[in-house]
């Protein structure tokens, strides 16, 4: 069974850093392209970053400069680095393949001072 789970949100202050981890099960996960989405209140949810199978990323331009995301193969896990943290971030992160799997519960991400 697949399974998704996020972690490592929080509250954070604006220009303060938060690292997102999501470790995947049921897939394999090396074989699979991921991807980190967010979903604000009242808005659709959006890819932010993505990571392919051998390691290129893309960015939304929102977050260009700011966010990172990489994977472990090993661990089964996907990063994202966030840096310089605006209020606009504010949002529910998932992770999933680009393929698209069940989602998992996401992380709350809140930055405000």
């Known amino acids: 069974q697949v399974q998704l789970v996020e972690s490592g949100g929080g509250l954070v202050q604006p220009g303060g850093s938060l690292r997102l981890s999501c470790v995947a099960s049921?897939?394999?996960?090396?074989?699979?392209?991921m991807g980190w989405y967010r979903q604000a209140p009242g808005k659709q949810r959006e890819l932010v970053a993505s990571?392919?199978?051998?390691?290129?990323?893309n960015y939304a331009d929102s977050v260009l400069g700011r966010f990172a995301i990489s994977r472990d193969n090993a661990r089964k896990t996907v990063y994202l680095q966030m840096n310089s943290l605006k209020a606009d971030d504010t949002a529910v992160y998932y992770c999933?393949?680009?393929?698209?799997?069940?989602w998992g519960l996401g992380t709350q991400v809140t930055v405000s001072s």
């Open positions: 999933n393949t680009l393929a698209g799997v069940r």
């Open positions: 990571i392919t199978t051998g390691g290129r990323t």
């Open positions: 049921g897939i394999i996960f090396s074989m699979n392209s």
